[in-house]
């Protein structure tokens, strides 16, 4: 396993928040998929401010 740091900024309106909701679209399950198509592996995003 390998911890990566990202510092992103988001515009969020057309989100419905950060966190991962069932049939809905959110900013923590985008990053998620983008990563995956990237590397190849399951990722879980870890927020902090």
Known sequence: ???I???IE???KDFNGW???P???NI???IEKAIKELTKEEVNLNASR
């Open 1 to 3: 396993m390998r911890n």
């Open 5 to 7: 740091k990202l510092t």
């Open 10 to 12: 988001y515009d969020g």
């Open 19 to 21: 966190q991962k909701q």
């Open 23 to 25: 049939n809905k679209l």
């Open 28 to 30: 923590q399950g985008t």
